[in-house]
């Protein structure tokens, strides 16, 4: 897993989503001060095709760039194409957090999504064209923030159950949460219960994508609120 430096959220909710079926390693990006949050983003792509040397001979089975935000900066066409010149030049299936929700939606067979964003409101658009450019159909746009404003690191369970559950949604919606920042275990049981919703978060995402290329097969994603994990069998890297 490459991660951006200050997530908080992706490698507690991956360790919790992997369990012992794989062994996370994890790398994160430069730290880059100073400059606006465009150019860090920026910066985070400009970044990744060294990345995937700083693991050096470590045997690997899956790659990912378990980090969102800067994918938006990009087209959905831009962003297959590098993780497949990537997978290539490693010989390691590589995906990006966004391909690996693209690759779930499918699995599910998703057609329209309401998309759950914490970013600001100017990469929430962007994230909101890099969806529908990808055939998808947003339905409705969630935009959530932290009490001190817009930022994944920052936004609580607390503040998404308080600002996702009143927004009236379909009970049969799949929700996309995008974001390996954001806390979103804590809400899966609540933001289903009652309900035929299928939640999708970031971090959901590429733990299947990684355990499906670990052991060879997709494995499942339910809409059964209580079964609502990764589950499959062996324990390789990923």
Known sequence: MIVAPANPSAEPELTRLLGSRADMHVARLPVRPGPSLADRLDSYNAALPAMVDVFGGLRLNAMVMACSEPRYLLGPDEDREQCAELTAATGVPFATATLAMREAMEHVMATDIVLVSPYQPWITDLAER???SSGLTVTQVVQVRACDGYSSYAVTPA?????????ELPEDAVLLFTGTGLPTLPVLRRLTSGSDRLVLTSNLCVAWWALSRAVGRH???SRVPHRRRVTAQ????A
């Open 130 to 132: 890099f969806w529908k």
């Open 159 to 167: 503040d998404l159950l308080s600002q996702v559950d009143p927004a």
């Open 219 to 221: 494995v499942t994603l």
């Open 234 to 237: 062996g324990g390789r890297s």
